[in-house]
């Protein structure tokens, strides 16, 4: 069967089209960056199959970044046969440079013109006849968004058309830029790389591109003829440098293609979003805006909505739920044990834990919508002179800001940082914003200890992770990552509305992850707890759970925590228990303690904990070791063992720390 690559610029609809010629599932962001990896699907179309490759979106075939790396390397396989370029429509010169460069592969290949919706409501008119015949490639007008021009696309795409094939000539430079890349060529005659892309790697030789050049591996005097033809480039233009020679006739031919085959309007009146960027951006007003919208975000996830829907679940758990299975066991003639295990232990833990889904979803909605109307990315922008003092840059933003979602994917999303400095940095400072699984916790036990004063104790959570995650970049900057931090190059994608299919899979994605989470992990540790708790190191019955193996083990835990107020051992179990995964403090809490549901477990809590200690506990929870499957992602990203205990050991060290100090400091005030 064929392979057909999506290649494109980032944000110009990849993940949308492939979505819609798939019929699969993927995440779609309005901002760079969101593809890291490439996935894989099948295109059915009137009885013919075509694979297709979604890979992240780059905008030369020169690689800098991870996810260049991963589109270039795939392009060049040999698994590739065919390209689909997707093409912006709405930003057609930026978008060709990369189709330029896709042309001199020589593979076979369609261009699908994206946005014609968003070209045609800015009255930009492409002729896509023209630009076809100019390009020598098909051109499809399409939106992925709205679904319209496909069939012609997937005739294509499956060969039922005979619209697929390599291009029908090659970009025309100046006559002297020509022969030399000709000359070239024949130089490559010999070398194991495919003919028809013989193009593509004379001009990147030329432009000196070091991959390349390692890739090919020439022998010395091949190298001293393309010395030779890059010297002979050089004294024919003028122009010192190949590599901006070679981008600049490349625009030429692009700026005369474009002049042909597109007309925009004469007078062009702001567009929408550059009147909302003018208030969202503005000097004085952008950072109350970004603000207040997170405020209203959290107010809405933790306080009113949140808040009602969450304890409506509870109530309909732990008086009609549990009594109920606790009736039918007993009926059913089920031991006590059992019917301990199952009410107290399973609906106790997982159930505990499922109470707080509608909040989880209700903050990956509020994300979703940031994130795809383009308002993230405009975050992003705002941030980077703050930044840049801890010696980062804005597009550290994206990754951060998806930290407050999840870890594992927001470590992943690192990916799209250009230099190693910078990404290794983004991930050792991520796992300080709070996670969803974090929240629970923090709506439990702050609920519990400060009451009416819970929302803006949480709200100082995630602004001391933030202030945290400055001080060990600041940290960093100063011993470890020395270097200066890259140039910024995030851009600002248009504002568009979310589509509704977008937000529900986003929210239906991460309620799915979260209840398989608690169905799995959750569950298995709350048996695990359950029984840990109920038997002697002796294997015999324990009277009291002090006794028990837990008990033992929690108390022997506990001293390491009496300094910061919280030396209990059940405190102790439940957040060993929360490096499994951050939710299952909460079940571990509800098991340790014997109830079922927050509201009874408040209660005890509030007794055992002071406000200080309570605030110290939630700091802790806050910053110490991520979950294990941030760990085993922040370990592969960053390439070791070493890194990632480093960064793990740093982290509890300063949680630690951080929590005494608070602790102390709490004690002396109320
Ligand atoms: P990728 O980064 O190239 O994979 O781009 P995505 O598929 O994630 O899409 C980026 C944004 O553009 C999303 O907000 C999409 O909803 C939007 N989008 C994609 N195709 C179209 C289109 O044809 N018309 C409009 N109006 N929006 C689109
Ligand atoms: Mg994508």
């Known amino acids: ?339 301990d295990l199952v009410c107290d232990g399973i609906l106790g833990g997982v159930g505990g834990v499922l109470s707080f889904l509608p909040q989880i979803v209700l903050l990956f909605f509020f994300l979703s919508m940031l994130e795809d109307t383009g308002y993230l990315a405009r975050v992003a922008f705002l941030m980077d002179t703050l930044l840049r003092r801890i010696g980062l840059s804005g597009k550290s933003c994206v990754p951060m800001l998806m930290g407050f979602g999840c870890t594992t994917p927001a470590v992943m999303a690192a990916r799209t940082m250009e230099n190693d400095r910078d990404r290794h940095m983004t991930i050792l400072l991520t796992p300080f914003m709070s996670c969803g699984a974090k929240l629970p916790v923090y709506i439990l036990i702050a609920g519990a200890v400060f009451g009416t004063q819970a929302f803006p104790v949480i709200i100082s959570l995630y602004l001391l992770g933030i202030l945290m995650a400055a001080f060990s970049g600041f940290l960093f900057k100063k011993t470890v990552f020395r270097d200066v931090s890259s140039g910024f190059v995030l851009e600002l994608p248009p504002y568009r509305l979310p589509t509704f299919e977008g937000t529900i899979r986003s929210m239906r994605d991460r309620a799915t992850d979260f209840i398989t989470r608690a169905g799995t992990l959750i569950f298995l540790m709350s048996v695990l707890i359950w029984f840990l708790q109920n038997i002697t190191p002796t294997l015999s019955a324990a009277d009291t759970p002090e006794s028990s193996i837990l008990g033992l083990f929690g108390r022997l835990l506990a001293p390491a925590f009496s300094p910061l107020g919280f030396g209990v051992w059940q405190l102790s179990v439940a957040l060993l228990a929360g490096l499994v995964a951050k939710e299952a403090v909460v079940s571990t809490l509800l098991i340790l303690y014997e109830v079922s549901g927050g509201t009874a477990l408040g209660g005890i809590l509030s007794g055992v904990l002071s406000p200080a200690a309570a605030y110290a506990f939630l700091v802790f929870i806050l910053l110490y070791m991520p979950c294990i499957s941030a760990f085993s992602t922040i370990k592969r990203e960053l390439g070791g063992w070493f890194w990632a205990l480093s960064a793990v050991t740093f982290q509890t060290l300063l949680a630690w720390i951080t929590s005494f100090v608070l602790y102390h400091i709490g004690m002396l005030l109320f």
């Open 1 to 339: 069967m064929r392979t057909m690559a999506i290649i494109g610029n980032p944000n110009s609809g990849k993940t949308t089209l492939f979505n819609r010629l798939t019929g699969s599932n993927q995440h779609v962001g309005n901002w760079p960056g969101v593809t890291v990896e490439r996935k894989s699907g099948q295109v059915q179309h009137l009885g013919k199959q075509t694979h297709v490759v979604d890979l992240p979106g780059i905008y030369s075939l020169s690689p800098y970044t991870q996810e260049e790396k991963i589109a270039r390397t795939f392009m060049l396989s040999d698994t590739t046969d065919g390209i689909l370029n997707i093409v912006d429509a709405t930003n057609l010169e930026r978008n060709l440079y990369l189709t330029m460069q896709l042309i001199s592969l020589g593979l076979p290949m369609v261009i699908a013109l994206n946005f014609v919706d968003e070209a045609q409501s800015q009255h930009i008119q492409i002729d896509c006849k023209q630009l076809s015949m100019l390009l020598g490639v098909e051109v499809f007008p399409i939106s992925a968004r709205h679904g319209t021009g496909l069939p012609p696309l997937l005739d294509a795409l499956t060969g039922n058309a005979k619209t697929l094939h390599p291009p029908t000539h090659q970009p025309t430079y100046p006559h002297k830029v020509h022969t030399i890349i000709g000359e070239g060529v024949l130089l490559l005659s010999k070398m194991a790389v495919r003919p028809c892309s013989r193009p593509f790697y004379a001009a990147k030789l030329l432009e000196n591109d070091p991959v390349v050049d390692s890739e090919l591996a020439l022998t010395e005097a091949q190298k001293q003829q393309f010395t030779a033809l890059r010297e002979a480039l050089c004294t024919h233009t003028g122009e010192s440098d190949p590599e901006m020679l070679l981008a600049s006739v490349t625009y030429d031919y692009i700026e005369t293609i474009v002049s042909s085959c597109v007309k925009r309007p004469q007078q062009q009146k702001p567009s929408l979003t550059e009147r909302i960027d003018r208030i969202v951006l503005h000097r004085w007003l952008a950072l109350p805006i970004f603000l207040a919208t997170l405020s209203l975000m959290f107010w809405a996830t933790f306080g009113s909505i949140g808040a009602f829907l969450k304890n409506c679940l509870e109530s309909f758990l732990r008086s009609i739920v549990i009594p109920h299975m606790g009736t039918f066991l007993l009926a059913a003639g089920a031991s006590d044990w059992t019917i």
